[in-house]
């Protein structure tokens, strides 16, 4: 709102009135009225008379477009409002001619036309692949009332009720597609002037980031009977959240859980994965990846990496050793873990006919060793070893036992198992040697 107020010095005896204006509002759409409020003063001790006051423009409509006025009494004043618009785009100017007793006063009036305002501008980035987040700026020069901004577009919301807008304000419409323009419609009073006016945007939208996976193996090298542990790290580079992340585990072999769930995953937020898996053969491992927008739009990501196996077993039955006595079969030796992942339930069995020892052991670390005594009533026996792996798969080896018969007493080792026997022969006569020598050289 403007006040102008001027103060006109009259050639006549009277000496002087004052006339001021306040034009609300200060800018106007075109078609949309401005209220300008007059005020006539007399600060003299005398009357001072006011004819008429008439409005003259070419290219604006005032309502009225004259007045008489009469006498304005001593220190008094006189007031009174017309009502101005314009289709026209542009600053006007609109003489108010006042007539005195011996004197005509032109002033004029300013009456601004805009057909700019309000303003709206996209202020945040916009992401393909991803909930477009549409901030909206709505500006204006002068104060709007009951002032709303609907979107033309699928959006959420469709209406933001802003009220008074005096400077600036900021609302928010998501919408999933990558719409090339996006429309509105704005609604507002303007003074007594109710507008509708129709804006259009231009979106440009950015490469998404999307969610960054990254899968990492304990090992990608194993032994038959081991598990792996894979690692999953899934981080939120999108600028929106997403919602029930399920991830499926795909590989020849047996997981621990094939299948996780995250409920949420918030703007830059990570989460950690793990899945045990036991492979069956090398091969491929795959972890599908799906989760969903704001708007229940499905997205997926695959996973996957490669995992070598060995032929050879992750427990390994060595130093295989047998007795024979009064005829029963002692059987002994170790049980080495090559693996890397402990191996859990633990257990060898000999049997042969209807004979069958069992020697449970439990738990064997990785890279350690346990040892076991097993006793049957015959020379043939067939060993089984056994074991779960962390991934709960289960794994048997078999190898078989003969026994070769000797005096009570006598023992010996398993073909193929002699080197400790052997090298504790050698190293006894080298002994007892080293002792002859020494003592021959004392004799002389």
């Known amino acids: 709102m403007r006040l ?28 949309g009225y401005a209220d300008c409020l007059i005020r006539i003063s007399n600060p003299n001790l005398n009357s001072t008379n006011v004819y008429s006051i008439s409005f003259y423009s070419s290219t604006v409509e005032i309502l009225p477009s004259s007045i008489s006025v009469g006498k304005i009494a001593p220190q008094s004043s006189y007031t009174f409002k017309v009502s101005m618009k314009s289709q026209i785009v542009g600053r006007h100017v609109v003489e108010m001619q006042i007539s005195l007793e011996n004197e005509s006063i032109t002033i004029p009036i300013e009456l601004v036309v805009d057909d700019k305002f309000p303003q709206v501008a996209i202020v945040s980035p916009l992401y393909k692949s991803e909930v477009k987040n549409a901030r909206i700026a709505i500006s204006s020069p002068v104060t709007l009332r009951d002032l709303r ?33 996006l429309h509105f419609k704005i609604s507002f009073y303007n003074g007594k002037s109710y507008h509708e006016i129709k804006r259009s945007l231009k979106a440009n939208y950015l490469e998404s980031k999307g969610l960054a996976t990254n899968l990492q193996l304990s090992r990608d090298v194993l032994f038959t009977g081991e598990a792996v542990n894979l690692t999953l790290e899934i981080t939120n580079l999108r600028n929106d959240e997403v919602y029930l992340i399920e991830v499926n ?45 704001y708007f229940g739009s499905k997205h997926e990501i695959v996973e996957s990496t490669s995992i070598e196996v060995l032929e050879a077993k992750a427990l390994q039955i060595v130093n295989l050793r047998t007795e024979s006595a ?4 002692k059987i002994s030796g170790e049980i080495v873990n090559y693996g890397y992942r402990s191996a859990l339930s633990v257990g060898v069995s000999a049997f042969c006919n209807d004979s069958k020892a069992d020697y449970f052991i439990g738990e064997i670390k990785a890279n350690d060793y346990e040892t076991f005594d097993l006793e049957v009533s015959c020379r043939n026996a067939t060993l089984e070893l056994s074991w779960w792996n962390e991934a709960g798969e289960r794994f048997t080896t078999l190898e078989s036992v003969e026994v070769k018969v000797f005096k009570a007493g006598e023992s010996y080792a398993t073909q193929g198992n002699t080197t400790p026997l052997l090298i504790a022969i050698i190293a006894s006569i080298a002994v007892v040697a080293f002792v002859i020598y020494v003592a021959l050289r004392h004799r002389k």
């Open 249 to 293: 585990a795909i590989g020849n072999g047996k997981f621990a859980r094939d299948y996780a769930k995250i409920e949420k995953l918030g703007v830059g937020e990570k989460k950690l994965l793990n899945f045990l898996f036991s492979p069956r053969e090398s091969g491929k491992v795959e972890l599908r990846i799906s989760y969903y927008d």
């Open 4 to 31: 102008i107020l001027l103060t006109l010095l009259l050639i006549t005896p009277v000496s002087a009135i004052s006339v001021s204006y306040e034009l609300s509002p200060e800018i106007v759409l075109p078609n």
């Open 149 to 181: 901004i609907e979107s033309l577009f699928n959006a959420t919301p469709k209406v933001h009720y802003v009220g008074t807008l005096s400077g600036a304000e900021e609302v928010d419409f998501k919408f999933s597609e990558e719409i090339e323009e």
């Open 326 to 329: 009064l005829g029963k079969t």
